[in-house]
């Protein structure tokens, strides 16, 4: 019976993008256990956005700073970096299992997941998929983390496959309080996202 209802709630949770149902976080802190659970539930039905902002990167070889736009539709993503690492303009599109980078005077180039596109054509290590989550100042649901609350039980650090987040700001936007300055460090790589403008939208209802 425990077998049907773990595999039933792992097929909701793939259909639904609910990250409530199963648990793989360990919370310590000084927030609200309550409390960071309505702030997880509320961020995890925000399905779509439109960031502006900056990101900064520095690498044992290679450091830069580009300009962001990130416009977020449910499943489906458009990142465009300009002047990144000064390689000039990229643009990430997609949605799981179909991704597709150009990249300014060099050509378009496709793959299963936006994390290998940057690893082979900008050199960049970045965790795009967790980044959808993170950048909403929450876990990725499908793997360990550890997550430190702050005062207001929002997130003040996480851990989470080998990177450390940290939460230096947030911002109130439309009801929803979200990450305004968050720097990550793993993979030998340091990046500080600085998000200038947030307009946060529900389209699932």
């Not at 990142?79 to 060099?106: C, D, H, Y």
């Amino acid at each position: 019976m425990r077998l049907r209802y773990l595999i039933a709630c792992s097929l909701v949770a793939l259909l639904t993008g609910c990250a409530g149902l199963i648990s793989h976080e360990s919370v310590e802190g000084q927030g609200n256990q309550a409390a960071w659970q309505a702030h997880k539930e509320q961020l995890s039905a925000l399905d779509a956005w439109q960031i502006s902002g900056k990101i900064g990167i520095r690498a044992p070889k290679d450091s830069g700073s580009a300009t962001l736009f990130w416009l977020q539709r449910q499943d489906y993503f458009d990142i465009r970096l300009s002047g990144p690492l000064g390689g000039g303009a990229a643009r990430l599109t997609g949605r799981p299992g179909e991704v597709l980078l150009e990249v300014a005077n060099k050509g378009r180039y496709k793959a299963e997941s936006p994390e290998a596109l940057l690893q082979q054509q900008l050199r960049m290590n970045l965790p795009v998929s967790h980044l959808l989550w993170w950048v909403r100042g929450l876990p990725a649901p499908d793997t360990k983390s550890n997550v430190t609350l702050d005062t207001d039980s929002h997130l003040s650090k996480l851990t989470q496959d080998g990177w450390q987040v940290e939460y230096l700001s947030y911002v109130e936007q439309n009801g929803y309080w979200l990450p305004e300055r968050i720097k990550l460090h793993g993979q030998d790589l340091q990046v500080t996202i600085v998000v200038k403008d947030w307009q946060p939208r529900q389209l699932g209802q």
